[in-house]
């Protein structure tokens, strides 16, 4: 997401980045190409006027004059705007008073309101050490209902359901007495769309409203559709007074445009944001992380975030050992490897880390998915003998390996060869840092 925005903005304030005196025209240009790429990426014509003028004002006042470097504090007022645009401080999800905390979901078709129960459920068990209840409240398709319900077999969750006969009103109302009497702390439920805003959807979501007082109502939004989810936004927000704002895709090749206008012009958060059709791709949204995302300073808090969730300590620990042992195996190496796989597709990792667009530019930081996968292939290819001992390698177990990866035999050896390196140098680090602690220990 917001690749053009971004490359853009990134390379209207390398221009004024370094400069050690900034004037007022040099502000005038970076506002009117800044305006441009707004524009560009969908954002709402009254929002991206507001902003600039903002930017203009702080940018021309003292608060930059007076700075010994100008140029970066100009970027700093473009981004401390941006933030504040997308809702400044990030915003966390209500907890009731009495549980259950209700969460009702709500949008259009397509939206991801299904799939983001899931998700929502998923996050908060884990971050939140929380044990949701999902709540079928879709009638109108029955295909609805299972797609919820296999999404709870995944999450090994409850999913609340009285078939398509029911009124998704007593369906609410029903579950929410069955999740205090087992003991949920979230009650999630999932609503019907249509494809665009009508009055019966408005209805019945207002009295699922009524009987439930919901402590969050999201509203979600497909961040691909731009300034109509804006719209989308307002009139939903109009009718229920959602109190925040679900914006999913954003994993696509969206230009941003939603994400940048929807606060400023409904008022309400955007609380998370939806990476990936899978159970565990879903953000808290952190308009400042954000906000440094798009102008390319790299959002390294993010990025250990997520090293931690998907990196067991564990693990870790037994790895390391396992080197200082010399005995780690292709077994280890392929366990590594699915870690850091977890973690989410690279280039999206490499995003996160500042200076993006510039290392993107360099051939040889490019990251070839295809060749990491043909790396797995060979390993899973290999017996288990193989993997732990791969000196037992005769050219005939090469053939065979290559031929269940669908790769080549110079492939095979490539691989070998790395790997072998790969353990010397692990025995030469392990050795010179005992060597190390010997010698500190003789003085
Ligand atoms: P609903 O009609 O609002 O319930 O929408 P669904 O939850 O059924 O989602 C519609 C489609 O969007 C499904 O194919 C989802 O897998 C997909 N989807 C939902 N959220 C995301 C997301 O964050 N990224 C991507 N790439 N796809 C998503
Ligand atoms: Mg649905």
Do not use: C, W
Request: glycine fraction near 8%.
């Amino acid at each position: 997401a917001f690749e053009g925005l971004a490359d853009r903005l990134q390379k209207t304030i390398q221009k004024v980045k370094g400069k050690g005196k900034v004037t007022e025209a040099d502000v005038k240009e970076m506002t009117r190409e800044v305006r441009l790429a707004l524009l560009e990426a969908d954002v709402n014509f009254k929002v991206v006027k507001d902003f600039i003028k903002r930017v203009k004002e702080r940018a021309i006042g003292q608060e930059v004059m007076d700075s010994l470097t100008p140029g970066q504090q100009v970027i700093k007022v473009v981004k401390e705007e941006l933030s504040d645009l997308m809702g400044g401080e990030q915003s966390k999800i209500a907890v009731a008073n009495k549980p259950p905390t209700v969460i009702m979901m709500v949008g259009l078709q397509g939206a991801g309101k299904t799939t983001t129960t899931g998700k929502l459920a998923n996050l908060l068990r884990k971050k939140n050490n929380r044990n949701p209840m999902l709540v079928a409240a879709d009638v109108y398709r029955p295909a609805a209902i299972n797609q919820l319900e296999t999404l709870g077999k995944q999450l090994d969750m409850p999913v609340f359901s009285l078939g398509t006969e029911a009124n998704p009103v007593d369906i609410a109302k029903q579950a929410i007495d069955k999740a205090k009497e087992e003991h949920h702390d979230y009650v999630i439920i999932d609503t019907a769309g249509r494809l665009h805003v009508d009055e019966q959807l408005m209805d019945e979501l207002q009295n699922i409203k009524e009987v439930t007082t919901p402590d969050e109502i999201f509203l979600v939004v497909d961040s691909m559709t731009g300034q109509d989810a804006v719209n989308v936004a307002e009139s939903f927000d109009e009718q229920l007074d959602i109190s925040g704002v679900v914006l999913t895709k954003l994993d696509g090749d969206t230009r941003g445009g939603a994400a940048i206008s929807i606060k400023a012009v409904t008022g309400k958060p955007i609380k998370y944001a939806g990476m990936g059709e899978k159970l565990d791709e879903l953000e808290a949204f952190h308009p400042e992380r954000m906000a440094s995302r798009i102008l390319g300073m790299g959002d390294v808090l993010s990025l250990i975030e997520k090293a931690q969730d998907n990196v067991d300590e564990k693990q870790a620990k037994e790895l390391e050992e396992k080197m200082r042992s010399a005995s780690f195996t292709f077994e280890d190496f392929l366990e590594q490897m699915q870690q850091v796989k977890n973690m989410g597709p690279l280039d999206e990792l490499i995003n996160m880390m500042p200076g993006a667009n510039k290392m993107k530019g360099m051939k040889n930081l490019q990251v070839d998915e295809k060749q990491i996968s043909h790396v797995e292939a060979i390993i899973q290819s290999m017996t288990k003998k193989e993997r732990i001992d791969p000196g037992i390698m005769n050219a005939s177990r090469k053939r065979r390996i290559a031929k269940g990866s669908g790769t080549s035999v110079s492939e095979v050896n490539r691989l070998l060869k790395q790997f072998d390196e790969m353990k010397k140098m692990m025995k030469q680090m392990t050795n010179t840092s005992k060597k190390g602690k010997k010698k500190k220990g003789l003085m």
